[in-house]
């Protein structure tokens, strides 16, 4: 998803006047989205927004197990992208995110209560039915709307909620995100500016907050971030070796 979230990431032990206090910005992904066209929201977008961010360090959707290894093909394209973008330019990544046990997310599924399905799904399918409808300048600023961020914590915060057997179903969405948050916030000792790509956006704002020490959030959309660019010719390269 897409959006900037800037907010001050330092420990909560840490104490440091404002003006050398690191700066954290969260910039959301769109998964395989960003190879539709019509959402105008392609990897060199992403490519561009995060290197314009300046960073010694990028956090990215890819748990440190699965890091380097095959199963890291099981996670978002644009994570092992941001990683090989980093590297190639001496820009530290670190993998952040967190998986439940399958098996137990599996039985989750089984016993989840109907009318919940049912409700979480109905939700799903309005946020579809406005991504699919899209018709604007770029997809970045429509998942940031109003209307899709309502949609969004509607159903995870009000249908699913957070502990139930639907949590865990949904791959224990709350756990994940405060995992990702720490393990973010821990890997960004030393760091001055960290961004996070990850689709999570309005969660992960929420559980940042939780785990850094007085923060101070500031949040702005990226308006016309460039349209369509044809696939850079290092993106193609990634590809091949990836296959």
């Not at 395989?32 to 010694?56: C, G, I, W």
């Not at 949609?151 to 179903?169: F, H, K, L």
């Not at 016309?224 to 696939?231: S, W």
Request: hydrophobic share 40%.
């Amino acid at each position: 998803m897409l959006l900037v979230i800037a907010t001050t990431l330092c420990g909560p032990q840490a104490v440091q006047p404002p003006g050398d206090r690191p700066v954290g910005f969260l910039v959301g992904s769109f998964h395989n989205n960003h190879f539709q066209e019509r959402f105008h929201y392609s990897m060199h977008d992403l490519t561009t927004q995060v290197l314009a961010l300046k960073p010694d360090l990028v956090c990215g959707e890819i748990t440190p197990g699965a890091y380097g290894q095959p199963l890291e093909g099981y996670f978002p394209l644009e994570a092992a992208w941001l990683d090989e973008l980093a590297r190639e330019r001496g820009i530290r990544f670190a993998p952040v995110d967190w998986r439940m046990d399958t098996a137990k997310q599996i039985e989750a599924e089984a016993a989840e209560p109907v009318q919940v399905k049912e409700r979480a799904r109905a939700q799903g399918e309005k946020l579809m039915s406005g991504i699919n409808g899209f018709a604007g300048t770029s997809i970045y600023d429509h998942l940031h709307g109003e209307d899709a961020l309502s949609t969004i914590d509607a159903m995870y915060e009000q249908i699913i909620g957070e502990n139930s057997v639907a949590d865990v179903a949904a791959g224990s969405w709350h756990e994940r995100n405060r995992r990702m948050a720490a393990n973010c916030v821990s890997a960004a000792a030393g760091a001055k500016r960290i961004v996070m790509a990850e689709m999570n956006l309005g969660m992960m704002q929420r559980e940042v907050e939780r785990v850094v020490r007085d923060p101070e959030i500031k949040i702005e959309l990226f308006s016309k971030i460039g349209g369509i660019y044809p696939q850079p010719q290092e993106f193609l390269r990634f590809l091949e070796e990836k296959r």
